[in-house]
Structure formats: C-alpha cells, structure tokens
C-alpha cells in the first residue's frame, strides 16, 4: 500500500481516525458545523480502505446522486483520488462517478433517491458512507446495512472490518440520526438497539477547522440567523419547539416520484436578489384531495431575467420526452400550469411575463391566515390525512421549513406561538410554500349567516 501524501490533522480530526479504525465500532456518525472537517477524513479512510484490503468495495453514497456529483464527488472524492491517479494506482471514471484500482478495489458514487436505490442495492460493499444522511428515510438506511458485507484481505491475511459511516449537519431532535446514534432506539420499533455498544457517534466544529477554512468563513457562519447558525455553526440538533409549520419526516416528506401528466400543477414564486429568490412547483392529485411540492429552484444574487431563463429550462421537464427537445418546448410548457402565483412586486411580474414566464398573478400574501391554513393542510391524525407533501429531494425548502419559527416559543393548546409574530429569518422559500397552498386550497371566508358563520373548507370550488 502507498500513501505517499502527508496530512496535518487537527485535534479533532485525530479523535475521528482514532473511531474509524476502531475495530469495534461498526456505525459511526460524524455529524456537526458546516466545513468543519468532517467529509474530507472519512474519504481519505475509505481510499486507504481501497489501497490496503484489494478487490474490496466502498460505496460512497447521498440521496440525489445529481446533488452528490456537484458537492462531495466534485469537492472531495477528485481531489483525493487524483492523488492515486497520479502515481498509476488507480482510474477515474468521472461520467458515472468511480474509482478503478490496479488491485481490484473499486469506490463507487451512488444515489439512493428510488430511481437509483437499486443499482446500489445490487452490490455489497466494504464500507459504505452515506453523507447528509438526514435526507434519507431510515427504511432505506436498513436496506443499505443490509449491503456490508465483504470478504477481502490485506496482505497478511486479516479481513476488512466492515464499517457504515455517516455525516451530516443536524437538523431535528426527532431525526432517525439522533434517535439511533445518540439514544440507541430503533427509529421504527423505538426498542433499545441490542447492538448498540457497535455505534458511535463524533461532534465536530467549524473552530476545530478554522486553520484550513478562508478567512472571514467563521464570521459567516456566526451572522447566520438562529436556526441556521445552530445547524451549520454549531452543529447542533433542534427541538420542534416554536416552529412554524409541522412538518413530520415520516408522514409529509415522501420519495420523488414522477407526476402523471394529467394532474393540475401551478408555480409559487417569492422574488429575492439579495435574500433568495424561490420558485416553487406544486402538482395537485384531484383523485385523493392533495398536493405534492416537486420542484425547486432557490438562488441568490440573479436578475429576474436569468431566473426567468432557469425557470422555463426546468418547467420543460414537466412536458413528455419526445417534446423536450423542440424549440418551443417552453411554449408548451407554460400550458401545463394553471397558475403561477407571485410576491406583489409589479416589476419584477411584469419581468417574468416579458420573458415567457405566466401569466402570473399577485399571491395571497396574509402571513397568519396563510400559515394557519397551511398548518391545517398539514394537520393528520388516525381519521385524517394531510393534504400537502414534499418530495424528498427539495433540501432547500426542507431546510427552510425547519428554520422556519415565531418569535415567542411558547405554544397554545393547537400548537401555534401565543405571541403571532414570525421571524424573519431564512424565510423565503417558507413564503413561497405559503402562497402555493393558497392558491391551490382557497381560504374559504365564513359566511355571515346572522350572528353564525359556516365555513366551507379549503377544498370547496377547487378547479
């Protein structure tokens, strides 16, 4: 084996190579603040994992396999690997995200979003490493542990330990992540893990980094609002005390699927240059009364023009193959929504609509009405569904929504903030969300009968 490039490892850093060649420990969890040297140490173990024990596998793995292409492959997994390369040890295939040694070991990239999950599930692996674990559902998670297992052998005959690896910035207290790893339940059953004496767990933070991080990136993060600089900053899990809407992991947040074509589908727009500008997609299934969020697009610093342009590139996916290629693909395109609904800035809708975008239409933009209307489309209980759901794959409103919380945390006996005021801090992709629900499901205003009133419901008049 050749490791011929040296590393200056942190404090921190050396606790975390302490864990993972810890014989004892099978799952580990690094998880903390953003850029805080998490990622980068577990795939340097895993391409020593590849150059000591030939013909092993290593599976390095993240929900959108699009989404880990841009970060961990491109940031990472290049970077280290090219060092190999170099020396002859090994082949990158970039199109389809491996890695090839001279002795038979192989690292592959992998999603386990469901149109990838089972090209993943097909092999067994050495090491596999799920990273921002917290996208995934935890039935996928068991499938995936069900994978480990391989047989190779370093040159004096010892077998690989076998090694299930996460990271991840965390997100809420009930997330499987903290349920497992840091109280030793089953996420499903919520029954003690037998084998728990085989997890670990490893807190990280950007100050343990800061010798390898840019100038002024720590004062970044500590400008960052509430939610966000306890998530990216100091790492820490959230209680769901004070949120706005209640978003439940298990019951709201649902693997990407595609629409039938036939289903109602509208856009929801918040404008935004500095903070983000958000395009939403919503698609309506008339059959069962609800509503699937699909699509995002969240972005800062663009011109509304160049937005415009992204928008009508991705609305184009919603047509049939055979018509994406057409010159007026985008045409036909903007045929398939009913609605595209706005923040009230005039200009930037006239912008939109000058660039093929809409019609477009002023948004419902009462922040109370509209977020007790959205809590109770959100609302289920064993008589009842909700009637919104997000696609797994929508990080950006997801981490919104977690971020997303009233001033005043103490609760009412419905679950809303006594004081009625929220904080206007990463709220943007939040209000798009808003504006799509009430423009799909219409507040209804009471009817004045005399001194009573009788409120038709969200679903009443609904095209």
């Keep these: 084996m050749i490791i011929a490039d040296e590393v200056r490892w942190n404090p921190k850093q050396l606790q975390g190579l302490k864990l993972l060649s810890d014989r004892n420990k099978k799952f580990i969890k690094f998880y903390g603040g953003s850029r805080s040297g998490k990622t980068y140490q577990i795939i340097r173990a895993i391409r020593i994992r590849a150059l000591k024990y030939p013909g092993s596998k290593h599976l390095v793995a993240r929900f959108s396999f699009a989404n880990a292409k841009k970060t961990i492959w491109l940031q990472t997994m290049l970077p280290e690997f090219r060092k190999d390369e170099k020396l002859g040890l090994c082949k990158i295939l970039k199109e389809v995200g491996q890695v090839h040694y001279k002795n038979g070991s192989i690292v592959l990239l992998g999603g386990l979003e469901p149109s990838s999950i089972d090209s993943v599930l097909a092999a067994e692996y050495g090491t596999i490493f799920v990273t921002e674990a917290n996208e995934n559902r935890y039935e996928v998670i068991e499938n995936l542990v069900s994978r480990l ?8 005959g010892n077998p690989i330990k076998l090694k299930f690896i996460i990271d991840l910035n965390p997100t809420v207290e009930t997330s499987w992540t903290n349920v497992l790893f840091m109280k030793g339940l089953d996420p499903i059953s919520r029954t003690p893990k037998p084998n728990f004496h085989e997890y670990a767990s490893l807190w990280f933070s950007p100050y343990d980094n800061k010798e390898n991080l840019a ?48 289903w109602k589908r509208i856009r929801s727009i918040d404008f935004g240059y500095t903070h983000p500008f958000v395009c939403l997609w919503f698609a309506y299934d008339k059959a069962n009364d609800r509503a699937f969020v699909y699509r995002e697009w969240i972005q800062s610093r663009w011109t509304v023009r160049s937005h415009s342009e992204k928008i009508k590139e991705l609305s184009i996916l919603d047509l049939p193959a055979d018509l994406r290629l057409s010159k007026e693909a985008w045409k036909f395109a903007e045929k398939k929504y009913s609605a595209t609904v706005c923040d009230h800035d005039a200009e930037d809708r006239a912008t939109l ?62 679950g809303r903030a006594k004081d009625r005021e929220v904080l206007k801090e990463d709220d943007d992709p939040a209000d798009a969300f808003r504006y799509g629900l009430c423009e799909l499901f219409p507040i209804v205003r009471p009817i004045d009968l005399g001194g009573r009133s009788l409120n038709l419901g969200s679903s009443w008049n609904k095209k």
């Design 353 to 414: 609509e000058e660039n093929g975008i809409g019609p477009v239409k002023p948004a419902i933009k009462e922040v109370l009405a509209g977020i007790d209307h959205a809590i109770d489309l959100m609302e289920f209980s064993e008589h009842k569904k909700p009637k919104i759901f997000i696609f797994r794959s929508l990080v950006g409103l997801r981490e919104s929504l977690d971020s997303y919380r009233w001033k005043d945390t103490s609760m009412s006996n419905r």
């Design 149 to 156: 297992n391989d047989t190779s052998k370093d040159a004096e």
């Design 215 to 262: 100038n002024g990136y720590i004062e970044t993060l500590e400008n960052l609002s509430t939610a966000k600089r306890r998530r990216f900053l100091e790492g820490r899990y959230s209680s769901y005390e004070g949120l706005v809407l209640p978003v439940d992991e298990d019951v709201h947040i649902v693997d990407d699927f595609e629409i039938p074509f036939d």
